[in-house]
């Protein structure tokens, strides 16, 4: 796999200060030399700046930044799709989580010229179902999945480039959910693996199944990784912990299970909040947790 590894240093989707620096902790944990130990080709095409918007309008006074995460929005869609274009697998490191926004459109732009389906798995805490019009934080991170499943109310967004239908997005490691996103999520058909359906299932039943339909349909995948997916004991650095996350071996399996799957075609990393960490604990984890996606493992032994 040739990679490239794109810097997104963007904090204007949430409010508290630090993911800024997200970039930057992952190359000093050594996210760079970890992929290119297990073969793959790596570059590093540095830090990516917003483009320049101004006036953008929400109708919803609390929403905050909003030219900043569109102009985001902007850079990051086009960063994403150049990298497919070229055949290589685009990382980026954040950076909050609004940078989904342009991440999974650059994807979903790129998949639809190749006439390929693009399927969705958001590893999370939240469902990040918010639309601008509905978030009571006003934080844009927690809305990407909407924009995404083409719900209204992103007038600055725009459309979504084909939108995906409900089938191809999956949430997984769900426990944080407003009621406005609660109501939506209720009349979309989206599978929505909450820790509930992972404590009954299993980490493996419900990821296999998904896994299964990307592969069926010959999809192109894009995988979401937000730091609070992890339980906060194992992964501090991040501004909305929520108890009862997933574990060190539960969260290497699904990485492990998406590495020998070989579907994942794009990767964000969201959330770090490095001002936050325990002595770069949680950006070790994270690069870890890269590296069995990549294909590190103990022994060459997939589960069958
Ligand atoms: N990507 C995230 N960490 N999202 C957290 C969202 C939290 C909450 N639902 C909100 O809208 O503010
Ligand atoms: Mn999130």
């Given at each position: 796999m040739e990679v490239s590894l794109i810097g997104a240093p963007i904090d204007a989707g949430q409010r508290r200060a630090g993911c800024i620096m997200g970039p930057m902790a992952y190359r000093v944990a050594g996210l760079g030399a970890a992929i290119a130990e297990l073969g793959h080709g790596v570059e590093d095409r540095g830090d990516l700046g917003p483009d320049a918007v101004q006036g953008a309008h929400c109708a919803n006074p609390v929403v905050h930044d909003l030219d900043l995460v569109l102009g985001w929005t902007q850079a990051l869609r086009r960063a994403?799709?150049?990298e497919l274009a070229l055949g290589r697998m685009p990382v980026i490191l954040g950076g909050d989580h609004s940078l989904a926004l342009g991440t999974v459109a650059g994807a979903a732009e790129h998949a639809a010229s190749v006439g390929r389906p693009l399927f969705l798995l958001w590893l999370d805490a939240h469902s990040d179902f918010h639309t601008p019009l509905t978030t009571t934080s006003g934080n844009l991170h927690g809305t990407p999945v909407a924009w995404i499943a083409g719900r209204e109310g992103f007038d600055a967004f725009g459309p979504f480039p084909a939108a995906l239908p409900p089938e191809r997005i999956c949430l997984y490691g769900i426990r944080s959910v407003d009621p406005a996103e609660h109501a939506a999520l209720l009349t979309h058909d989206?599978?929505?693996?909450?820790?509930?359906v992972l404590d009954e299932h299993g980490i493996v039943a419900p990821l296999r199944a998904f896994l299964d339909r990307v592969r069926a349909a010959g999809g192109m995948l894009h995988v979401s990784l937000d730091v609070d997916f992890l339980d906060p004991s194992i992964a501090p650095a991040v501004g909305t912990t929520v108890p009862g996350g997933?574990?060190?071996?539960?969260?290497?399996l699904v990485c492990e299970l998406l590495h020998e799957s070989r579907l994942v075609t794009s990767l964000d990393l969201v959330e770090l909040n490095p001002f936050l960490d325990d002595r770069g604990m949680t950006a070790k984890l994270m690069v870890d947790l890269v590296g069995s996606l990549m294909g590190r493992k103990v022994f060459d032994r997939p589960t069958a």
């Amino acid at each position: 796999m040739e990679v490239s590894l794109i810097g997104a240093p963007i904090d204007a989707g949430q409010r508290r200060a630090g993911c800024i620096m997200g970039p930057m902790a992952y190359r000093v944990a050594g996210l760079g030399a970890a992929i290119a130990e297990l073969g793959h080709g790596v570059e590093d095409r540095g830090d990516l700046g917003p483009d320049a918007v101004q006036g953008a309008h929400c109708a919803n006074p609390v929403v905050h930044d909003l030219d900043l995460v569109l102009g985001w929005t902007q850079a990051l869609r086009r960063a994403v799709g150049a990298e497919l274009a070229l055949g290589r697998m685009p990382v980026i490191l954040g950076g909050d989580h609004s940078l989904a926004l342009g991440t999974v459109a650059g994807a979903a732009e790129h998949a639809a010229s190749v006439g390929r389906p693009l399927f969705l798995l958001w590893l999370d805490a939240h469902s990040d179902f918010h639309t601008p019009l509905t978030t009571t934080s006003g934080n844009l991170h927690g809305t990407p999945v909407a924009w995404i499943a083409g719900r209204e109310g992103f007038d600055a967004f725009g459309p979504f480039p084909a939108a995906l239908p409900p089938e191809r997005i999956c949430l997984y490691g769900i426990r944080s959910v407003d009621p406005a996103e609660h109501a939506a999520l209720l009349t979309h058909d989206i599978a929505i693996n909450d820790m509930r359906v992972l404590d009954e299932h299993g980490i493996v039943a419900p990821l296999r199944a998904f896994l299964d339909r990307v592969r069926a349909a010959g999809g192109m995948l894009h995988v979401s990784l937000d730091v609070d997916f992890l339980d906060p004991s194992i992964a501090p650095a991040v501004g909305t912990t929520v108890p009862g996350g997933t574990t060190f071996r539960e969260a290497h399996l699904v990485c492990e299970l998406l590495h020998e799957s070989r579907l994942v075609t794009s990767l964000d990393l969201v959330e770090l909040n490095p001002f936050l960490d325990d002595r770069g604990m949680t950006a070790k984890l994270m690069v870890d947790l890269v590296g069995s996606l990549m294909g590190r493992k103990v022994f060459d032994r997939p589960t069958a």
